[in-house]
C-alpha cells in the first residue's frame, strides 16, 4: 500500500521560511488530489492547501499570498513552500491525498514558528 512520508519540518522565526516534501511510495492510480493539512493543539485540523489532478489548487484564507502548493507527479511528490511565516503558523503539518478508491496521511511533520 501507499505510504506518505513527509519532510522539511522544524523550527524557524517569525518572518521566515519552511519548504514542506511529501513523497509517496509508489504512484497513486487515479488519483484526485494531493495536499496538506495541519493541527494545533487545542484545535481541529484544517486544510492549508491542495492541489487536485487538474492543477487547481485551494487555499485556506489564512495562507493564502504566502503558501504555495505544487506537485511532481513523476516523482510522485507534493510541496508546500511557506513564506512569511507567523506564529499562528505553529502546527503539526500532515501530507494527505486521496485517489477514487483510498485516502492517505502521512505521520506528520512539527512546524514551530517561534522567536
Known amino acids: 500500500q501507499v505510504q506518505l512520508v513527509e519532510s522539511g519540518g522544524g523550527l524557524v522565526q517569525p518572518g521566515g521560511s519552511l519548504r514542506l516534501s511529501c513523497a509517496a511510495s509508489?504512484?497513486?492510480?487515479?488519483?484526485?488530489?494531493m495536499g496538506w493539512y495541519r493541527q494545533a493543539p487545542g484545535k481541529q485540523r484544517e486544510l492549508v492547501a491542495r492541489?487536485?489532478?487538474?492543477?487547481?489548487?485551494n487555499y485556506a484564507d489564512s495562507v493564502k499570498g504566502r503558501f504555495t502548493i505544487s506537485r511532481d507527479n513523476a516523482k510522485n511528490m507534493v510541496t508546500l513552500q511557506m513564506n512569511s511565516l507567523k506564529a499562528e503558523d505553529t502546527a503539526v503539518y500532515y501530507c494527505?491525498?486521496?485517489?477514487?478508491?483510498?485516502?492517505?496521511w502521512g505521520q506528520g511533520t512539527q512546524v514551530t514558528v517561534s522567536s
Open positions: 492541489i487536485n489532478s487538474g492543477g487547481i489548487t
Open positions: 509508489r504512484t497513486i492510480f487515479s488519483i484526485n488530489y
Open positions: 494527505n491525498a486521496a485517489s477514487n478508491y483510498n485516502i492517505y
